[in-house]
Nanobody, 116 residues
Framework: VQLVESGGGMVQPGGSLSVSCAAS????????MSWVRQAPGKGPEWVSS????????YYADSVKGRFTISRDNAKNMLYLQMNSLKPEDTALYYC??????????RGQGTQVTVSS
């Protein structure tokens, strides 16, 4: 099982950023997937989840209305579009296989920094 995130970076408050996760080694199209983030000095925080066919999505209250999770099962890719970013969104973002912790697998993560 391999999950590899990409697309992180630095953005100003109010800006947008998209992160991606390439999955391999398992049946991606049958797997519920999640995005989780961890800010410095804090524990992991669930951000969003999506069911296997992409028909149902779930968001933490802190990102609802600003973030959009999506997937492309033909490409084994998971995405997170982040709009109206705030400094408190600064964290290491990683994708995980599963609906909730403990996750079956997770990636190494990509850093998102929101700062002026």
């Amino acid at each position: 099982v391999q999950l590899v995130e990409s697309g992180g970076g630095m953005v100003q408050p109010g800006g947008s950023l998209s992160v991606s996760c390439a999955a391999s080694g398992f049946t991606f199209s049958s797997s519920h997937m999640s995005w989780v983030r961890q800010a410095p000095g804090k524990g992991p925080e669930w951000v969003s989840s999506i069911n296997a066919n992409g028909g149902s999505t779930y968001y933490a209250d802190s990102v609802k209305g600003r973030f959009t999770i999506s997937r492309d099962n033909a490409k084994n890719m998971l995405y997170l579009q982040m709009n109206s970013l705030k400094p408190e969104d600064t964290a290491l973002y990683y994708c995980a296989r599963g609906r909730q912790a403990p996750y079956v697998a997770r990636g190494q993560g990509t850093q998102v920094t929101v700062s002026s």
